[in-house]
């Protein structure tokens, strides 16, 4: 494609995401927890796929839970 699609987040969008992912109400839960949690209040931050690329991007997607015990 010669040019970007018309709904690629934005910097600042990409941020926000970012921001909410490593809140520390929400840095042990995943994507798919958080989304649903912010549609109970009514935010929408960006689709869960969006927030696993956006983390996946910045390097900050892996186990986001409590470690296993070896």
Same mark, same amino acid.
């Given at each position: 494609p010669h &040019?970007?699609?018309a709904n690629k987040l934005s910097d600042a969008e990409r941020r926000k995401v970012v921001a909410v992912a490593t809140s520390p109400?929400? =840095?042990?839960q995943s994507?798919?927890?958080i989304?649903? &949690?912010l549609a109970? =209040?009514?935010v929408y931050v960006a689709s869960e796929s969006t927030i696993y690329r956006? @983390?996946?991007a910045a390097? @900050?997607?892996h186990r986001r839970g409590r470690a296993r015990r070896p």
């Amino acid at each position: 494609p010669h &040019c970007a699609p018309a709904n690629k987040l934005s910097d600042a969008e990409r941020r926000k995401v970012v921001a909410v992912a490593t809140s520390p109400e929400f =840095r042990d839960q995943s994507p798919k927890q958080i989304v649903p &949690c912010l549609a109970t =209040r009514g935010v929408y931050v960006a689709s869960e796929s969006t927030i696993y690329r956006v @983390l996946h991007a910045a390097n @900050l997607q892996h186990r986001r839970g409590r470690a296993r015990r070896p």
